[in-house]
């Protein structure tokens, strides 16, 4: 059981350039994913206080998922993530640093990686969908030359020349990307068909099902109902494969990119800036 505890300030960063300022144990699972139950919530961040089974500390990063895991909050030149308050009924949410592109723009990310050697991270051939709510601020990002931040990833595992998942907002606009085994060839990204608004709640959803990649976006109103719903799918030819990655220690990201081994990506961080909530990894 999850004890709940008042609402309070996530993480604040140290001043070191890049500092892991929070590092939480979680769960006791032991279940591989590419193993687990058909249907299985691998991992589920809602972002709500729990507070330590000997009441000494409280955290906002706790993987309500299957996958056992340790969370943490990777920043650099002083960004930090901040427990803000979510879209109606869902309690609390993150808060990521405001846009900079300059070479020492705050950033913050949330990075997730397998406790143990089993790569609990890793669909295999299984179909599986990831998603997030998400509020996104007016500025997030710059094009001209020398900029630090010219997207806003939301939720990935794995860079764009690696075996890779990934829902992001570039521009705006909510897509996913996917690349399996088969390579660069039988990657696909499928772009939703609409610009969000910004400080406007939204929930978008990506699933992989055999070689299709669909997006599904929802917007909501200011009671919590969805408004309007948008959805698209694209098909890999030469088909995906499978998704697994070298290294088990390849970490799953919220709200930023994260390199392979796990520190804020320096050149291009594609840093979202927004409000983020409820990021969900489910194995078909
Ligand atoms: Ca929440
Ligand atoms: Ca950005």
Redesign the pocket.
């Given at each position: 059981m999850r004890a709940r505890a008042s609402r309070r300030s996530g993480v604040r960063s140290g001043t070191m350039v890049l500092a892991v300022v929070a590092a939480i144990g979680l769960g006791t699972g032991t279940a591989s994913a590419v193993t687990a139950d058909p249907g299985d919530t691998v991992v589920s961040y809602?972002?709500?206080p729990v507070v330590a089974a000997d009441g000494t500390s409280q955290t906002i990063f706790t993987n309500g998922g299957s996958a056992d895991v340790v969370t943490s909050v990777v920043s650099a030149y002083g960004g930090t993530v901040q427990a803000v308050e979510?879209r109606p009924t869902?309690?609390?949410?993150v808060r990521f640093p405001t846009f900079d592109a300059s070479s020492t723009g705050p950033r913050a990310v949330v990075k997730i990686v397998n406790r143990t050697s089993t790569d609990v991270l890793a669909p295999g051939s299984r179909d599986f969908s990831w998603s997030a709510?998400f509020n996104i601020d007016a500025e997030t990002s710059s094009h001209t030359r020398g900029s630090t931040d010219n997207g806003d990833n939301l939720f990935q595992r794995g860079l764009f020349s690696d075996t890779q998942y990934k829902l992001d907002v570039d521009d705006h606009q909510p897509s996913c990307r996917l690349r399996g085994s088969s390579g660069a060839t039988g990657a696909v990204r499928v772009i939703a068909p609409l610009t969000v608004v910004p400080s406007q709640w939204y929930h978008a959803t990506c699933t992989r099902t055999g070689n299709q990649l669909s997006i599904e976006v929802d917007a909501f109103d200011d009671t919590g109902a969805v408004t309007q719903q948008w959805t698209r799918t694209a098909t890999s030819k030469r088909g995906f494969g499978t998704f697994t990655w070298a290294k088990t220690g390849t970490p799953l990201s919220i709200g930023g990119k994260l390199t392979a081994t796990g520190k804020p990506a320096g050149g291009s961080g594609d840093q979202f800036n927004g409000v983020v909530?409820?990021a969900v990894l489910t194995i078909q």
């Open positions: 809602d972002f709500e979510s869902q309690g609390s949410a709510d909530d409820n």
